[in-house]
């Protein structure tokens, strides 16, 4: 199984930016826990980071093109504002896992709501880090 782990805006400043809500771990403490499991189940993971709206778009695109298995995403802001990356994910035929660190439910009002979560499988909010791994078990266990 191929999967993709896509990781928007300021996700690249995970272990800096606000500890309190995100924890300490990095992007890449994330990674390395990931790749050690999916290879456990012969799996392998691209796990990529961009700032960039289109940049995420044209890496959900090419995952249809690439032959992956399933997207774990974690649109950071872009959750909220992005009707672009909710099209992009209704136009390909991969199954994709909103993930998020912290609870969006139970921060600022304007985070309660993605524009996203119809278009995913699931969304997974709230749990830290391990979110990831559980997107990734939801995976693996097809």
């Not at 912290?102 to 278009?119: M, V």
Request: net charge negative; charged share 25%; aromatic share 8%.
């Amino acid at each position: 199984m191929k999967l993709l782990v896509l990781n928007g805006p300021n996700l690249n400043r995970l272990g800096k930016r606000e500890p309190e809500i995100y924890g300490k771990e990095t992007l890449e403490d994330i990674k390395t826990r990931l790749v050690v499991l999916a290879e456990k189940f012969s799996s392998t993971i691209d796990f990529r980071q961009s700032n960039h709206e289109g940049e995420l778009i044209d890496w959900i695109h090419e995952a249809e093109d690439t032959g992956i298995n399933g997207i774990i995403f974690n649109p950071g802001a872009y959750t909220h504002t992005s009707v672009a990356l909710r099209d992009a994910i209704a136009a390909v035929n991969v199954p994709v896992i909103e993930v998020h660190i912290s609870n969006i439910h139970k921060r600022e009002s304007f985070r309660h709501k993605s524009l996203l979560a119809a278009e995913c499988i699931g969304q997974i909010s709230g749990l830290g880090t391990f979110g990831y791994e559980l997107a990734l078990r939801k995976f693996l266990e097809q």
